[in-house]
């Protein structure tokens, strides 16, 4: 089964930076996307970004494009947002979630939190103005 440990968030001022990370285990696919989302109260959760493993791509939402950069160590089995810049309408509680391709992926979208299977726990970010 696979699991996924959310940490690094805290409370920032806005303009700071924060690393978030995800610690996935039992994960014995080599084809899978790993992507984080976040949800503010009162709101839907949102795709934030998304890493393919086969080719390493990346994908953002809008709203974070040039502020936020997803990467992976493998040999630690850990992916990691890196948010700078960050502003308050980025508060929410971030949570890492994994999608295991397996030939019927007509439906996946990197950002598609439906989709998704496998989810952390959730880590929350505060940013104050």
């Known amino acids: 089964e696979v699991q996924l440990v959310d940490s690094g968030g805290g409370l920032v001022q806005a303009g700071g930076s924060l690393r978030l990370s995800c610690a996935a285990s039992?994960?014995?696919?080599?084809?899978?996307?790993i992507g984080w989302f976040r949800q503010a109260p009162g709101k839907e959760r949102e795709g934030v970004s998304c890493?393919?493993?086969?080719?390493?791509?990346?994908y953002y939402a809008d709203s974070v494009k040039g502020r936020f950069t997803i990467s992976t160590d493998n040999a630690k089995n850990t992916v990691y947002l890196q948010m700078n810049s960050l502003r308050p309408e980025d508060t929410a509680v971030y949570y890492c979630?994994?999608?295991?391709?397996?030939?019927?992926?007509?439906?996946?979208?990197?950002?598609?939190?439906?989709?998704?299977?496998?989810w952390g726990q959730g880590t929350q970010v505060t940013v104050s103005s």
């Open positions: 979630a994994v999608y295991v391709f397996d030939g019927n992926d007509y439906d996946f979208r990197p950002l598609r939190s439906n989709v998704y299977k496998y």
């Open positions: 039992g994960l014995i696919s080599d084809d899978y996307a």
């Open positions: 890493l393919t493993s086969a080719d390493s791509s990346t």
